[in-house]
């Protein structure tokens, strides 16, 4: 039997209800956030079910069943079907996708992550296309991880600092207009120490006509800790609202590892599950926007390249965690 074959069998397997998640997956504090029934994890979990894996399963399950948001793909050619395919899908689900867009040119400053559109038109031909797949939806959308705070670490010379803010506020427009609710990414609390010139780009960038701000995309400090930053972040905007990825900061950050803090640390686990019912009005949601279980980048060994799935990550995640 082919890869092919396996895959769809094990993904028809997992929708046929083997360890049904609990019903309170389904409660509406939950933002009625979509789960995407191909995703990852759910192929991961399906597989190692059908291969007798159980506990493993179950284990994974706990990544499987939860929201998770869907980062689009680069390719301009096939992006706006990509977002159209995720929007409807939760449509019919009556769920809400959640998209990462993560294009800017000179994305994660040469880091592991880098890449993005070769320059401003590119990027802008990008968005348009994004926007054209969720027109007259209404995703919750995560914008441009790490891109404003990068601006302000230096990696930057000023005129392409001045080019990339200028984009962003574009980019929130018009995604914004096609439905989107935008929430445009500002960093994490161990990054950018200035809230006020923080504050300054993330304004100069077009946040005040958003639905706010994200912090924590992709990193692991602690939700309490994320949340007094983020206060002292919106107190600078007019109390702007933000929202927060517990992906993986059950166990906070880690400390004194073989390698850097932030990518692929062991030990971690995840954290507060995906919803609305923040305990905070300024706080919109608890997401999963990194997908627990993809990696960081090649910088411990057996790391995949950054955005692979790392099934032995995940479990290792999900194992720690209740």
């Not at 995703?39 to 284990?59: H, K, V, Y």
């Not at 977002?83 to 996708?97: E, I, L, P, Y």
């Not at 971690?268 to 305990?279: C, F, I």
Request: with cysteine; net charge neutral; proline share 6%.
């Amino acid at each position: 039997m082919t890869r092919v074959r396996v895959a769809v069998v094990s993904l028809v397997l997992l929708l046929a209800g083997c360890a049904a998640a609990p019903a309170s997956d389904d409660a509406p504090a939950d933002g009625g956030f979509y789960v995407d029934q191909t995703s990852a994890a759910a192929l991961q979990e399906a597989t190692w079910r059908q291969g007798g894996r159980a506990a493993d399963a179950d284990q994974i399950a706990k990544i499987s069943r939860r929201p998770q948001a869907k980062w689009l793909t680069t390719d301009v050619t096939r992006v706006e079907a990509q977002a159209r395919d995720q929007v409807t899908r939760a449509g019919n689900a009556k769920r809400t996708a959640v998209l990462v867009a993560y294009d800017i040119p000179a994305r994660d400053c040469a880091g592991f992550s880098a890449g993005g559109a070769p320059d401003a038109t590119a990027y802008r031909a990008w968005v348009a296309a994004v926007g054209r797949g969720i027109s007259g939806t209404r995703p919750t959308l995560i914008l441009e991880p790490d891109a404003v705070a990068g601006a302000l670490d230096g990696c930057l010379a000023p005129q392409q600092r001045a080019e990339r803010l200028g984009l962003l506020a574009e980019a929130g427009a018009t995604l914004t207009r096609a439905g989107a609710k935008v929430y445009l990414d500002a960093g994490n609390p161990g990054w950018i120490s200035d809230t006020a010139g923080l504050a300054d780009a993330l304004r100069t960038a077009g946040v005040g006509r958003l639905a706010g701000f994200a912090l924590n995309v992709s990193n692991f400090y602690a939700t309490a800790d994320v949340v007094s930053y983020g206060r002292a972040v919106a107190s600078r905007l007019n109390g702007a609202h933000f929202v927060v990825d517990t992906s993986r900061n059950g166990n906070g950050p880690a400390g004194g590892t073989d390698g850097p803090a932030w990518c692929n640390p062991p030990g971690r686990a995840l954290g507060h599950a995906p919803t609305t019912g923040t305990g905070d009005p300024q706080v919109d949601a608890f997401l999963w926007i990194k997908s627990p279980g993809t990696s960081d980048g090649t910088c411990r060994p057996g790391a995949p390249d950054a955005g692979q799935w790392w099934p032995e990550y995940a479990l290792a995640l999900a194992e720690a965690s209740p």
